[in-house]
């Protein structure tokens, strides 16, 4: 039977990316995903990589995998020919007065005139607004571009099974099982999200989906190009936004070929993904009193994730007390923004070497009452 150096459980954008980490390096990596990859977390998510607002116990890893993103994207679109609609041209954020400034580094307090300036079709928000040096991303650009990187780097997938347990022998981690084969492995990452806590084995992760609605709106002027297009749409002379725009219960954020992504509500529903009709509508006029152009706009998708999310939520990084066994998950809200540095310090763990950052504060350890050894 043949054996991986690393088998990874999950093939979201953690997932995928740790591979293409571990397989930069010579690693034999296979990555075992109970459907589609891609489809979950990745699929859902709406890419802004918010790093300026982070907790503090976050930042330094958002920081630095913001300062990651140009050349993981660059590298991904080289090896896959595929786009994942990198925009840097910031956020804007509505304060509510309550905000500790600065930010981050760069940035700054707008007046009514630059705010109009940037964005002319805004409505005023009363607190004033603040610009942001972030990015964003389309994640369903990216998962498919990451994906095809990794394959094209020889990166095996095995999918519509999903891995039901971590085995172990005298000497560690073994492989995982699924119910229709096994897989030996030397080492395994578990980056299976949301259901990161469900697979049984020598640990327990205390993992729970957290459920966010979103849609996605076209403007009226926009709508037939898409809906008769065979490939996305080329990018509109005059979008209605081209900044990301975050305000109380509600952002938007724009795609370079006309769409908007509105969102999120944060669910406790456990994993339960289905669409509720009203909620979208909220969001809908949420948005709208944002941008009251966009509630003329067309809703063009309506969907519901679940996003993976820790007692404290932090994610879980690093390796276990089971030799051979690492995790990557629990990311919650952030699993697009910090993907390359998670997949550079996982690789760095499962390898030996000591990690860039100090992985202390995301360790196994802090949850060890919970689990089951």
């Not at 930069?24 to 990589?49: F, I, Q, T």
């Not at 603040?130 to 095809?148: C, G, N, T």
């Not at 908007?260 to 969001?283: C, H, W, Y």
Request: aromatic share 6%.
């Amino acid at each position: 039977m043949k054996t991986w150096d690393v088998v990874i459980v999950g093939g979201g954008i953690i997932g995928v990316s740790v591979a293409l980490s571990l397989s930069k390096h010579g690693a034999e990596v296979l990555v075992v995903d109970k459907s589609e990859p891609g489809r979950e977390a990745s699929h859902a998510a709406a890419g802004m990589l918010a790093h300026c607002e982070q907790s503090l116990a976050l930042r330094t890893l958002a920081t630095a995998s913001a300062r990651l993103y140009p050349e993981f994207v660059h590298e991904i679109e080289d090896e896959s020919g595929g786009r994942a609609d990198y925009r840097r041209d910031g956020t804007i954020v509505f304060l509510t007065g309550e905000e500790e400034e600065p930010f981050c580094d760069g940035a700054r307090r707008l007046d009514s005139a630059e705010l109009a300036e940037l964005e002319p079709k805004l409505g005023m928000p009363e607190a004033g607004a603040a610009w942001l040096p972030e990015a964003s991303v389309d994640p369903r650009a990216l998962i498919a571009a990451v994906i095809k990187a990794a394959k094209h780097r020889g990166i095996q997938f095995a999918s519509g099974a999903p891995v039901t347990s971590v085995d172990t022998s005298n000497l560690g981690v073994s492989g995982v099982s699924t119910p229709k084969t096994r897989f030996p492995a030397a080492a395994v990452v578990n980056c299976a999200g949301a259901w990161a806590g469900e697979i049984s084995g020598p640990l327990s992760f205390p993992m729970r989906p957290v459920k966010g609605h979103m849609l996605d709106v076209i403007p009226g002027s926009l709508f037939a190009a898409h809906a008769s297009a065979t490939a996305p749409p080329a990018q509109p002379e005059n979008p209605l936004l081209r900044h990301v725009v975050r305000a109380p219960g509600v952002y938007v954020a724009p795609r370079t070929d006309g769409r908007v992504m509105i969102g999120s509500t944060v669910e406790e529903a456990g994993f339960d993904k289905r669409v509720n009709p009203d909620t979208i509508q909220q969001l809908h006029q949420a948005a709208a009193n944002v941008v009251p152009e966009l509630g003329e706009a067309k809703i063009h998708e309506a969907w519901a994730g679940l996003r993976p999310c820790t007692p404290d939520n932090l994610p879980i990084l690093g390796r276990t007390t089971v030799d051979g066994y690492y995790i990557a998950a629990g990311h919650f809200r952030d699993g697009i923004l910090l993907a390359p540095i998670t997949a550079k310090l996982i690789a760095q763990v499962v390898r030996g070497e000591q990690p860039d950052i100090d992985l202390a504060s995301f360790s196994t350890n802090r949850f060890a009452t919970e689990h089951r050894l």
